[in-house]
Each structure stands twice: as structure tokens, then as C-alpha cells.
């Protein structure tokens, strides 16, 4: 069963200042809801991936290969 998206409405006046359009504004909390239906819970297996040993690009290691061995402490940020 889907269910349509809840959005956040906005006054226009804000609408405005941010210089969108309500359909804008829809599609953008659409899309939103989009990638939170995706993002895994809390308890959650984490989904695998491979990725290159920092300092070695030659060498990479799968997440999955840690599994029922060690905690793993995974950690996204931003450069910018």
C-alpha cells in the first residue's frame, strides 16, 4: 500500500524568500521521503560495501568481513 507524502507546508511568504515554488517544494519533500525510506533503522544490520584501506587504494576491505568479529564504528562527514 502507498501512501502519499506528508509535506511541510510553507506561508508563500517563505516560499518566496527561498525563491520556490509550492510544486517545487513538493517535489523536493518528495524526493526527501524518498531517501528516508531507504535509510536503515536503528538495529539494523548495515547494508555491505567494499571501499579502498585509507592509504592503500590497491586494497580494499568489506564491511561485512568484520561481521560476528569486531564493533565497527562507521563515520560520514563532509569536506566542505
Do not use: C, Y
Amino acid at each position: 500500500m502507498t501512501t502519499e507524502p506528508q509535506f511541510r507546508e510553507l506561508p508563500d511568504e517563505i516560499l518566496e524568500r527561498l525563491n520556490l515554488t509550492r510544486e517545487r517544494w513538493h517535489a523536493i519533500q518528495t524526493e526527501q521521503a524518498k531517501r528516508e525510506a531507504r535509510v536503515p533503522s536503528v538495529g539494523d544490520v548495515a547494508p555491505d560495501f567494499e571501499r579502498p584501506v585509507l592509504g592503500d587504494l590497491e586494497t580494499t576491505v568489506r564491511l561485512s568481513s568484520f561481521r560476528d568479529e569486531r564493533a565497527v564504528a562507521l563515520i560520514f562527514g563532509s569536506f566542505t
